[in-house]
């Protein structure tokens, strides 16, 4: 195929080809990014006795690796709207590797927190946004499948990393351990490697000079801009306000379904992780032995890790996709759903049943957790959209367990930390569900006002804008057009000033 | 016999110690079912229910008595210096002598409970029951063999209480149950005590009676040269009288004194049963096994750890591999990017060309049809 001539017109997402080894290194980088801090729990009782430390100051380390890595999304998205995705991803995996080699000549608790607390939960959170985001610029029409596939690589990680661990520290003890582990680590830029650019810089090899402009209006995402940007192509804004949004798109917090979505989820993972958390002492406290109670959690990770892709393709089928934001909905409470029946499970038998669903349930949570928020904002927004989400939902995560643990301590029972969760989840659940379906109606109606100003002169803008957005340009099946033209519609307000809250 | 001796106390210990060591036709030393009485109350009653159970007893009654005598009178005047000793776990200090030892248990024993340890026997001959019973320290014991109801119909039973080759006398307490009293009170005592129930099947069952062990580690623990190693002994819920630490060098044992190379070993007891030994800059020849002894009252327990001190190289070499790995991967999609663009940008560029050339022949072409119109 001949190169464009026009700068602008760049082909659409490949949605294939490359795209399934940059799935390839996502799935390396997303599962070390959450599975890494969970396997380091190997090391604890080690180290807990050869500092002489209380076990709360050695669950520090965990709680700050996992507050780091959530919290650092924004710098994360800024750091990828400025460079893109593989220099974060590759920085992200050095300092990784960095951090655990420095962790394993530690001679302190508090140094032990910087090192793997901060420098390795901060490498981490670089790893995470950046694989994210990528995933959405090469993929649209399959792009649930590509995030399901993506996403399995946590609960794989977790699964070849646990007996890793425990073979590493038998024989290297942790500091040698911590010290193969930062080379581990450094697959991570491996997998950042394969990150190749995309957009119209890349495609477009002739038009390089332009086509950096059109790479920076379109990483930016800034839709407030685009009308001045259309006309003068050189000029950036110079406005305070949208130098930081050029940056960190904070308009963000005007898009209703970013808000919906924010809402509803971080009153989620007010109950998400607890379960997983109490699980294996809930079975000891039944009376399970203790190899039993770890199958639960093996049996839960086995049935995440075919719970991720399989949902991916469910979600990308042409009657789910339209509506993924009620099949999501509808997996949260399916979940919540499941910890409200855990307490009625007496006896081994019923507790791998419960295992087994919520496993399930677990994995189509986590498969689809940002393939909804690409959904609601667009590819283009979503580096900024990412970044916020997570820095809120960091609160509620480290909220969670402990609300859970102090439930536990003062009624001497665990069926009320499952009852918290199952009705948190259930809630969030419905809450999501309720208000999709009122944003789908909006979203439809907006649709055919649209369509009934298509003479307006108005369009023209629309479609030179279109054409430099390139990840809405090409003409897809009808079930694909929804989603697509909802960012069109987000585009087309904030041009032209309505206030979607 | 009374040895001559220097002091009442030694003398009146050594008396009793001779008491109620067992004599070779396996008497039991403390006869009588003694329950939980205070001293005072029962000091008259004690003394005809030792004297009633020396019937039972086939012990040399004169020395027994003597040493009842001993033991209740010197119970009356100490009273209160028994019962504030019995509570008072100052006695059991770092570092006893064995004359407060040992006056310690018989004080404790006048006014302690009897544990009991109870077995059914239900089973069918031939699976052995057993049953561990864990003492730290000196305790008057009862050991039950209780018949299951099922074989209630069984008649006859000859029943025998043996620890080791030693017959030791029984009490029939109820129609179908067995027990026999015993005070432990030194490492002798304590083994295994077998019932046996002869009728037309034999039936038995066993108590084992031990120290508390001590959980070690089964994996070494690793550590590096010039490193720090910490090595922890635990047990759980009996406190030792005293920790030390060996270390075990081919055949021999060698203590490593806390006090003498402070540089070297620190000993450091957070908790009465846990103990930890802190081995500082260590070098190859620290590399061995470690073993913790609890010394309790009615003997030692000892704990096996093994540590291994590696070289930095060790972990070095797999960490350098892996690096080596990661960078000839990173090269290598580096490469195959840069090469897959270049083949891009001349498919391209030939492309290109064969585009431009197709345009200059075009338009040559129609050149060359007008010039021929013209010279036409």
């Known amino acids: 195929m001949p190169p464009p001539a026009d700068p602008g017109q760049a082909p659409g997402p490949p949605d294939g080809g490359w795209g399934w080894v940059v799935v390839f290194g996502a799935f390396v980088s997303i599962g070390f990014a959450y599975a890494f801090p969970k396997g380091l729990a190997i090391f604890y009782k080690e180290i807990q006795d050869f500092f002489g430390t209380s076990y709360s100051e050695i669950a520090w380390i965990s709680s700050i690796m996992l507050a780091t890595t959530y919290g650092a999304g924004p710098i994360s998205s800024i750091l990828v709207n400025r460079y893109g995705s593989r220099p974060v991803v590759m920085f992200g995996g050095l300092l990784c590797g960095i951090g655990m080699v420095s962790a394993s000549f530690c001679t302190s608790i508090l140094q032990l927190y910087i090192c793997v607390g901060f420098i390795t939960g901060f490498g981490l959170a670089l790893n995470l946004q950046p694989s994210v985001i990528i995933i959405g610029k090469y993929f649209l029409k399959r792009r649930p499948i590509a995030n399901g596939l993506a996403m399995a690589g946590s609960p794989v990680m977790l699964c070849t990393l646990a007996p890793l661990n425990q073979f590493l520290f038998d024989n290297f003890g942790w500091r040698g351990s911590f010290l193969i582990l930062g080379a581990i680590l450094l697959h991570c830029c491996v997998a950042g490697a394969l990150f190749r650019p995309i957009g119209p810089a890349i495609v477009a090899g002739k038009t390089q000079a332009t086509g950096r402009k059109d790479v920076l209006k379109e990483v930016t995402g800034n839709a407030t801009n685009a009308p001045t940007e259309n006309k003068m192509e050189e000029e950036e804004g110079k406005d305070c306000c949208e130098k930081i949004n050029q940056y960190l798109d904070f308009s963000l917090f005007k898009h209703r379904g970013f808000l919906i979505y924010l809402i509803g989820n971080v009153l989620m993972f007010l109950g998400f992780f607890a379960p997983i958390v109490f699980l294996a002492p809930y079975a000891k406290h039944i009376g399970i032995d203790e190899y039993s109670a770890a199958f639960l959690l093996s049996i839960l990770a086995i049935v995440d890790m075919i719970a991720r892709p399989t949902t991916g393709i469910i979600a990308n089928s042409k009657w789910v996709r339209p509506r993924i934001q009620y099949f999501f909905s509808f997996s949260i409470a399916f979940n919540g759903a499941c910890h409200l029946l855990c307490p009625l499970a007496s006896g081994y038998k019923w507790l791998v049943v419960y295992s087994a669903f919520f496993g399930l349930a677990f994995g189509m949570v986590c498969a689809m957790l940002f393939e909804t928020l690409m959904d609601l904002v667009g590819a283009s927004r979503f580096t900024s959209a990412v970044g916020l989400v997570t820095i809120a939902e960091c609160c509620t995560i480290l909220l969670g367990p402990p609300i859970g643990g102090t439930l536990i301590d003062t009624f001497g029972d665990y069926k009320y930390m499952f009852i918290k969760c199952g009705a948190v989840m259930v809630l969030a659940g419905i809450f999501l569900f309720i208000m999709n379906y009122y944003n789908y109606r909006i979203l439809a109606k907006e649709e055919k006002e649209r369509k009934a100003k298509e003479e307006d002169p108005q369009s023209v803008r629309t479609e030179s804008e279109d054409r430099n957005n390139w990840n809405k340009e090409p003409a897809l099946d009808g079930p694909e057009l929804e989603p697509l033209r909802e960012e069109g519609e987000g585009l087309k307000k904030e041009m032209k000033g309505t206030n979607e809250v | ?376």
């Not at chain 2, 002598?97 to 302690?112: I, R």
């Not at chain 2, 750890?305 to 790995?325: G, N, Q, T």
Request: charged share 20%.
């Open chain 2, 1 to 376: 016999m009374p040895v001559s001796f220097s002091g009442k106390r030694l003398g009146r210990l050594l008396l009793l110690l001779l008491c109620f060591s067992p004599s070779p036709s396996g008497g039991s030393p403390a006869d009588a079912a003694m329950t939980t009485q205070d001293v005072s109350q029962s000091q008259a009653n004690s003394m005809t229910k030792m004297q009633a159970g020396l019937n039972e007893s086939s012990s040399e009654p004169i020395t027994t008595t003597r040493a009842v005598n001993w033991q209740t009178q010197r119970s009356s005047s100490d009273h209160l210096r028994l019962e504030h000793n019995a509570s008072n776990p100052a006695l059991l200090g770092p570092d006893p002598t064995p004359q407060e030892f040992k006056q310690a248990t018989n004080e404790n024993m006048s006014n302690v409970t009897v544990v009991k340890h109870e077995v059914l026997l239900s089973g069918v001959s031939g699976t052995p029951v057993e049953k561990t019973i864990t003492l730290d320290r000196a305790t008057r014991i009862e050991l039950l063999c209780k018949l299951d109801a099922k074989y209630s119909h069984l008649k006859s039973l000859q029943v025998t209480w043996k620890k080791g080759n030693e017959t030791i006398r029984h009490i029939n307490k109820t129609e179908n149950s067995w027990s026999v009293h015993l005070q432990i009170l030194d490492n002798s005592k304590l083994g295994s005590y077998t019932c046996t129930l002869k009728g037309e099947e034999e039936i038995s069952a066993t108590f084992h009676l031990q120290v508390p062990k001590i959980q070690g580690r089964e994996k070494p623990i690793v550590s590096y040269e010039g490193d720090t190693a910490v090595l922890i002994c635990k047990t759980f819920g009996y406190t030792p009288i005293a920790w030390t630490w060996y270390m075990a060098n081919g055949s021999d044992q060698i203590t490593i004194n806390g006090s003498l190379l402070t540089d070297k070993y620190v000993i450091n007891g957070g908790s009465a049963n846990v103990t930890h030994l802190k081995i500082l800059k260590l070098t190859k020849e620290d590399d061995g096994v470690y073993q913790c002894e609890a010394a309790f009252e009615l003997g030692k327990s000892v704990g096996k750890l093994k540590l291994e001190v590696l070289s930095l190289m060790v972990p070095l070499k797999p960490f350098l591999a892996i690096v080596a790995e990661v960078v000839v991967l990173v090269t290598i999609v580096f490469l195959y990017e840069m090469y897959s663009k270049k083949k891009d940008k001349y498919a391209n560029e030939k492309e290109f060309d064969q585009v431009e050339q197709l345009k200059f022949e075009e338009s040559n072409g129609l050149e060359n049809s007008s010039a021929r119109h013209r010279k036409i």
